[in-house]
């Protein structure tokens, strides 16, 4: 079974550019979320979504984050523009169901931003 | 206060001990308990999960989980160089739609 895709591994950009990122969930997952991990922090929720629905994005920074899960498979995190607080390790996951056996996440992108 | 708060170390302990990793939770109504570890630049990975009080083993890790008081355990018994990661508490269910997780606790297994 393949695993769940992310890319790019890395990012560096300056402070109010934009920046996305790509997954794509293992195949047959309903459901996927994308994670922020800050060094030394655990995974922080940013958006739920059930196949191409948005189940939870309360703790999406809506002024600069936006998400999209086109077709209920491939999702893109964008941030525009972004902050030097932005540094981080975004995490996407997928699940079958509702998570309740766990998730399998991907090995996500670090961003740096300057 | 903080959904799932968990000793966040640094932790080094020499290889064969037994290592007991430990977090709370505020959320009574969460109804199951995973253990994800992170390497370095990789995401997590699930180690083990359960759904109830009581302890779960899988080869030399026990997970345990005491509901009436909220707290969740980890124990790696001979601990080799290889379990040097950060692990990762985590817990839902109930109204909670998604995981919420622990800050994570870095553990360095020393040869």
């Known amino acids: 079974e393949a695993g769940v895709a992310q890319s790019p591994r890395y990012k560096i950009i300056e402070k109010r550019q934009s920046v996305a990122f790509w997954c794509n969930p293992i195949?047959?997952?309903?459901?996927l979320y994308w994670y922020q991990q800050i060094l030394g922090q655990g995974p922080k929720l940013l958006i739920q979504?059930?196949?191409?629905?948005?189940?939870?994005d309360s703790q999406l920074p809506k002024d600069r984050f936006s998400a999209e899960r086109l077709k209920g498979v491939d999702s893109t995190l964008k941030i525009q523009p972004a902050k030097l607080e932005d540094s981080a390790v975004y995490l996407c996951?997928?699940?079958?169901?509702?998570?309740?056996?766990?998730?399998?996440f991907g090995s996500g992108t670090r961003l740096t931003v300057v | 206060q903080k959904e799932v708060e968990q000793d966040p170390g640094p932790l080094s302990v020499p290889e064969g001990a037994i290592v007991s990793l430990n977090c709370t939770y505020s959320?009574?109504?969460?109804?199951?308990f995973m253990w994800y570890r992170q390497y370095s630049r990789k995401g997590p990975e699930l180690l083990m999960y359960?759904?109830?009080?009581g302890n779960k083993e899988d080869g030399r890790f026990t997970a345990q989980v005491d509901k009436s008081s909220k707290y969740i355990s980890l124990f790696i018994r001979d601990s080799q160089p290889s379990d040097s990661a950060t692990y990762l508490c985590a817990t839902g269910g109930g109204s909670a739609r998604q995981l919420t997780f622990g800050s994570g606790t870095q553990l360095t297994v020393l040869p």
């Open positions: 359960t759904y109830s009080s």
């Open positions: 979504f059930q196949n191409n629905g948005v189940v939870d």
């Open positions: 195949s047959g997952h309903a459901t």
């Open positions: 996951a997928s699940s079958f169901s509702q998570g309740e056996n766990g998730y399998t």
């Open positions: 959320n009574s109504a969460f109804q199951y």
